[in-house]
């Protein structure tokens, strides 16, 4: 068992960069890979980035790779997207989420957080 928590979100103009966070409560943590997701309005959710559970494996979707990074501390139970070149359609709800491994699938995760809301002004 899991729960995870969202935070960073806000507006941005378009270029500019933001840093989510999930963190995760529980001793289980690092045994999990870690994957990002978004939906914006109207629109059904898509596969962002994942990250595996020693973080050594990463896995983007092409319309946000070279602009976003995933990365994870497991002594802190968290995990990140550093977010840059920001563009009006990464507008969106962010959510973070767990899996046994580093899928883009979002059937394969278990656990969700909350989602976190990001504009990008244009």
């Known amino acids: 068992q899991v729960q995870l928590v969202e935070s960073g979100g806000g507006l941005v103009q378009a270029g500019g960069s933001l840093r989510l966070s999930c963190a995760a409560s529980g001793r289980t943590f690092s045994s999990y890979a870690m994957g990002w997701f978004r939906q914006a309005p109207g629109k059904e959710r898509e596969f962002v980035s994942a990250?595996?559970?020693?973080?050594?494996?990463?896995v983007y979707a092409d319309s946000v790779k070279g602009r976003f990074t995933t990365s994870r501390d497991n002594a802190k139970n968290t995990v990140y997207l550093h977010m840059n070149s920001l563009k009006p359609e990464d507008t969106a709800v962010y959510y973070c989420a767990t899996s046994t491994r580093a899928t883009m699938v979002p059937a394969s995760y278990d656990y969700w957080g909350q989602g976190t809301q990001v504009t990008v002004s244009s």
């Open positions: 990250i595996g559970w020693s973080g050594g494996i990463t």
